[in-house]
């Protein structure tokens, strides 16, 4: 008796998931842990093509185990392969224009916080405050102040000053 797909598929894609979860154990001989409907249609269609017209050769089941015994699985990730100088591959670093709300380097930026003046000298790639070097300025604002701060905004940076002077 020839297999119809179009009418299997059809009439497996009515079903609830407990029934075609039933369906798959009595193809399959086993019980499913899945509750995916179209994982357990896509499978019993295909269990369903296996027994009516047989599944691969004894042959191609052979060629598929060496294939897979001569395979050379790697663990891990392959590293990168050094790039020769002058090949125009190699990576170059990002250069991001310095932002226009900072001064030069050198500048010692200062601000009142506490009854006490924190001043923070811009470096070429950082700011340097008390001694240690710091990437950003909100990293610097946290140090001073113990919470996440924007630090453009703590060191009143790029802000416009109000008619009051503030």
Do not use: C
């Not at 119809?4 to 609830?16: D, H, P, S, V, Y």
């Not at 050769?57 to 395979?71: H, P």
């Not at 392959?78 to 709300?101: I, K």
């Amino acid at each position: 008796m020839a297999l119809n797909i179009g009418k299997e598929i059809t009439a497996l894609k009515r079903m609830t998931v407990p029934e075609l979860r039933r369906k798959y154990a009595q193809v399959f001989g086993e019980d499913t842990t899945s509750r995916h409907k179209e994982y357990l249609i896509r499978r019993i269609v295909w269990r369903l093509q296996v027994n009516q017209e047989g599944g691969l050769s004894e042959r191609a089941k052979r060629r598929a185990r060496d294939l897979a015994t001569e395979s050379d699985v790697r663990l891990t990730a392959p590293r990168p392969r050094p790039v020769a100088p002058g090949s125009g591959t190699a990576p170059t670093p990002l250069e991001f224009p310095q932002d226009d709300r900072l001064p030069m380097p050198g500048a010692i930026i200062t601000r009142r916080y506490k009854n006490r003046t924190v001043e923070v000298r811009v470096l070429p790639r950082g700011f340097e405050y008390e001694g240690e070097v710091y990437r950003t300025l909100s990293a610097v604002a946290k140090k001073v102040t113990g919470t996440h701060w924007n630090g453009y905004g703590f060191f009143r940076l790029g802000q416009r000053e109000s008619a009051d002077g503030r």
